[in-house]
């Protein structure tokens, strides 16, 4: 049972209307119930127990975690440990195993060994096994160091764990922040239930309008590269990065709207990242809880421990102590883009698409931003000038790009040929001369396309300075639902779905 589905939007109204007629004090119970109807309604069965096995540990753990004195420092390492080995154990049996077995078998088959040397398994995962992972995972975490109080209602701690709206493609959370809304009373705000709503069909119409349209294109030129050379894969791969955006983005309207109809407000996971004027802060806008998470469970940690203490010292006496520091947080950055790979999946085509490529550029940004601003100093040229940032922007965009390569191609094999397959052909006249409209949309379909693009653009700048849905709010009464039923229709209308078409899952949903 798709988010985008008839069914769920059924499921979803009649538990709105449920949700503010029960007593509030049943509320967060409520919502446990409904988070563990739609993992059954959503065919997981009896995969629902991996996360309940998630929660037990958490809770579990960190009852005893209080229960210890702070002078038993040892023990309570070790009962950290365990709690944290506990999930990260069952992701890695769910996500992981087969990475391993596959990265053994190609190296043993490089050296002249039998193809399949170890046989795979084939685990069914639960939904948003990663969020759900990393968002308890950091509430254990918070409660060793004290920053968070420690969940004494199982119930509560499994609402929090299973939350369905987040299950779907996260974002992820952070315990001390967002969990006491799961709990609270929360009483009919027609404002509030409008507002998410109205949220919920700008996502809709980022999924079923534009990425699923993306979609035909990118799946034809992807499905057959070496038929569509050149102009092609640089087009569908432009097409790819703004599928991906709004395919994840429009999750996350729909995923927050439908949150905050319910009056519970979860963090943002995007902030226009296509304005970015470097990959750096390309990530600081894109998928923003998962970079937030990372460098507060990982990075920080990491450049904390005795050996980045030591290299950190030992690289500033080689190196002088701007160059030396820099050097050794170049490491510790190579560690955190490596897990950032490796969580977006098992397979190297997402170590490095996701991972280890933006390492490479964001060093690479770091060690040539002084040289370009003194070769911009002596040309006399404004480096924060107009011109010159809608350059970076560019760069950036074809960077990420070549990154989403990766991610989207079959493998890391298939991403390398269509790499030598897009630069070794110039066809570009197949952009203008009709060629691209037999990719699976005609006139009519890439004329919608292009119009929902312009749209998109046009919010994206206005939100740039604020939000767009409170500056419609301010607009007369009878402007502002003429928008949003425009907006509605345009779904209702140009969306991919009904009989016979079956609207593609989230791209993020498997993670």
């Known amino acids: 049972m798709g988010i985008t589905s008839f069914y769920f939007l059924c499921f979803f109204a009649v538990l709105l209307f449920i ?22 309604l959503a065919g997981q069965g009896v995969l629902v127990f991996y996360p309940l096995v998630s929660v037990g ?5 960190t009852r005893l975690l209080i229960s210890m004195p ?15 080995l506990v999930n990260i154990g069952i992701l890695f049996v769910l996500k992981y195993v087969n990475f391993f077995v596959n990265t053994f078998n190609g190296v043993a088959a490089f050296f002249g060994g039998p193809k399949e040397m170890i046989a795979g398994v084939d685990f069914l995962a639960p939904l948003g096994v990663s969020f759900y992972t990393f968002s308890l995972l950091g509430y254990v975490i918070d409660v060793y160091y004290g920053l968070a109080g420690p969940q004494e209602n199982f119930g509560k701690l499994a609402l929090y764990g299973l939350y369905f709206p987040n299950l779907i493609s996260g974002p992820i959370l952070k315990y001390r922040e967002h969990a006491d809304q799961f709990f609270a009373p929360h009483a009919f705000d027609y404002g509030q239930v409008t507002r998410g709503l109205q949220r919920m069909v700008w996502g809709f119409f980022k999924k079923l309008v534009i990425a699923e349209r993306l979609g035909v294109i990118v799946n034809t030129v992807y499905g057959d590269y070496e038929g569509y050379p050149g102009a092609y894969i640089f087009a569908a791969t432009a097409c790819y990065a703004v599928q991906l955006y709004t395919d994840f983005s429009g999750c996350m309207d729909i995923v927050l709207g439908m949150s905050e109809s319910l009056g519970i407000i979860l963090p943002e996971n995007f902030q226009t990242p296509f304005f970015s004027k470097s990959v ?7 998928h923003i809880t998962l970079g937030v998470w990372m460098k507060d469970y990982v990075f920080y940690p990491l450049m904390r421990t005795a050996f980045f203490a030591g290299l950190n010292k030992s690289w500033k006496n080689r190196f002088g102590k701007k160059r030396g520091k820099q050097y050794a947080t170049f490491v510790a950055m190579f560690v955190l883009w490596l897990t950032v790979g490796v969580w977006h999946g098992g397979d190297w085509k997402f170590v490095i698409g996701s991972g280890l490529l933006h390492w490479f550029y964001i060093v690479m940004e770091e060690l040539l931003a002084p040289p370009f601003e003194r070769v911009m100093e002596r040309l006399h040229i404004d480096a924060q000038g107009r011109f010159v940032n809608a350059v970076r922007i560019l760069r950036t965009f074809f960077l990420v790009c070549v990154g989403d390569l990766f991610f989207r191609a079959a493998s890391v094999k298939d991403a390398f040929s269509m790499i030598g397959e897009a630069v070794s052909v110039r066809n570009a006249n197949v952009l203008w001369d009709g060629s691209f409209l037999q990719l699976g949309l005609d006139g009519t379909q890439t004329a919608v396309a292009f119009v929902s693009l312009l749209l998109l653009w046009a919010v994206s700048l206005l939100e740039r300075k604020g939000s767009v849905r409170e500056r419609i709010a301010k607009k007369p009464l009878p402007l502002r639902w003429m928008i949003w039923y425009a907006l509605l229709f345009s779904v209702i209308l140009f969306g991919y779905y009904g009989p016979g078409y079956s609207a593609s899952e989230f791209i993020y949903q498997g993670f």
């Open 280 to 286: 750096a802060e390309y990530w600081r806008r894109w």
């Open 57 to 61: 540990a958490c809770y579990v753990g």
């Open 70 to 84: 702070a002078k038993e420092e040892k023990k309570r390492r070790g009962v950290l440990f365990v709690t944290i």
């Open 19 to 40: 949700y503010y007629s029960v007593p509030r004090g049943f509320q967060w119970g409520f919502l446990l119930l409904c988070s563990v109807a739609y993992c059954l």
